[in-house]
């Protein structure tokens, strides 16, 4: 088959390291099938899930259940973040280096989290034990007691407006500054996931000023949107952390373009339409976005920084989509070696297409994109995983997608727990 790619770019294919695509428990709100093809026709070939399922990912025994769930229905490769609770954090050590690179924590909670970690002492050892185990902390930074300090102040607003506009930013000014102590005192690998402030992005500048080892990620939706749209969006850009104002933006954008931000993760978190019609505080935080992540934040780039080359807008873009994600979890080696060949993993992408998005192009299961109406600068015309097509700009190829971890040499080796079954692998269907 002869692909054209005239005028078309090549870009390494997108790693986006935060999606919840809801296998097991929550299926309702999005699959395998429909997360994974949303994310081949969004240019991206792997993904990294997070833990906040039903049950939640805490042992390798269920990454293995979830893996197996998952091969057959997933055109995209795939890894986990794992979960902790407060009754599992000396399990952390179980998990690496053989199927974990990462563990999320969740600092609030609200509707989705089912293990948040409150108590200073035991985010503490959270710390510390990571630490150890030589594992990445990826952190939902906003400190919940901040929100339970004002909920009892005023009240729970039963508004959605009045309830989104009383979010205080506070809460993750604080759960960065916890953060950056804790990095401090442990030394421990930490990626800060979808920062939204001003306030925060000035933290995490200084903290890497002083040589820690912090990262962080921004999202698509937050350098999209402002407070302002949830006039028209209503609950559908209802986020947490929540969607901020102008000047944040521009100082994300800024922090994008001068080289603070690591990586950019769609936090794809879809809803039900039914649910995300709930009168606040009811409705769900969390949008889906994996398909828009390259091209939302491309047409951004094109739009602020009309100075700025293609070829260096797409530079950026595969440094903090491709190149950043793998170095920090570990893909470079699940991908491949320099010496024996690394998996095709590509994308053509055509700067020049504009487009408008709309609920009919949207591929995750509930069919809705807070970005319907939009023009696009930017698409991905086809999708390359592992030398197979899977996205050639009208269908999609087969699901082929495996579990990287099974791909690893470490994984095969005799696990440090009788409990723990082996790391193998089906053969992938035909
Ligand atoms: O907006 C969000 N949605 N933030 C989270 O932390 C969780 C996520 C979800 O799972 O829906
Ligand atoms: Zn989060
Ligand atoms: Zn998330």
């Not at 002492?121 to 990826?138: D, N, P, S």
């Not at 409705?283 to 398909?291: H, I, S």
Request: glycine share 8%.
């Amino acid at each position: 088959r002869t692909l054209r790619a005239r005028g078309l770019h090549l870009l390494p294919g997108v790693i986006d390291s935060h999606v919840h695509f809801r296998t097991p428990g929550l299926t309702h709100k999005e699959d395998w099938a429909h997360g994974s093809r949303a994310a081949a026709a969004g240019g991206v070939t792997t993904v990294i899930d997070m833990p906040n399922t039903r049950p939640a990912l805490h042992t390798v025994e269920r990454a293995h259940q979830k893996a197996e769930l998952i091969e057959g229905t997933s055109l995209v490769d795939f890894r986990f973040h794992f979960g902790v609770s407060p009754h599992t954090v000396e399990t952390i050590r179980d998990l690496s280096p053989r199927v974990a690179t990462s563990v999320k924590v969740f600092m609030t909670g609200h509707h989705t989290a089912p293990d948040v970690i409150h108590d200073p002492k035991v985010l503490a050892r959270v710390f510390a034990v990571a630490a150890e185990t030589g594992i990445r902390l990826v952190l939902h930074a906003e400190d919940d007691g901040v929100f339970a300090l004002l909920d009892r102040r005023q009240g729970t607003p039963r508004h959605y407006d009045q309830y989104e506009r009383t979010r205080p930013r506070s809460g993750g000014i604080v759960a960065v500054t916890k953060i950056i102590e804790l990095v401090r005192r442990y030394g421990t690998a930490a990626h800060v996931l979808h920062v939204s402030s001003a306030e925060e992005a000035d933290l995490l500048a200084a903290a890497r000023h002083i040589g820690l080892p912090i990262t962080y990620e921004t999202t698509p939706h937050h350098l999209s949107f402002t407070a302002a749209d949830t006039h028209r969006l209503g609950a559908r850009i209802r986020l947490s952390p929540a969607i901020r104002h102008s000047d944040d933006q521009q100082r994300l954008w800024d922090a994008l373009v001068g080289g603070e931000i690591s990586t950019l993760g769609s936090d794809h978190a879809p809803h039900t339409i039914e649910e995300k019609s709930r009168p606040a505080p009811d409705a769900p935080p969390g949008l889906p976005g994996v398909q828009e992540l390259l091209t939302a934040v491309f047409t951004g780039l094109r739009r602020r920084f009309p100075h700025t080359s293609v070829d260096d807008s797409l530079t950026l873009l595969a440094r903090v989509c491709s190149a950043e994600p793998a170095r920090l979890f570990g893909l470079d080696q699940q991908k491949g070696s320099l010496t024996e060949g690394l998996d095709a993993d590509l994308v053509l992408f055509d700067p020049e297409a504009t487009w408008l998005m709309s609920a009919r192009h949207a591929h995750t299961k509930n069919h809705w994109s807070a970005y319907e109406g939009w023009t696009f600068t930017g698409r991905p015309t086809t999708t390359i995983r592992r030398g197979e097509i899977i996205w050639d700009g009208t269908s999609f190829g087969p699901a082929g997608g495996v579990w990287l971890d099974a791909r690893n040499p470490l994984a095969t080796e005799e696990p440090a727990t009788p409990h723990h079954p082996r790391a193998t692998r089906e053969p992938a269907p035909a």
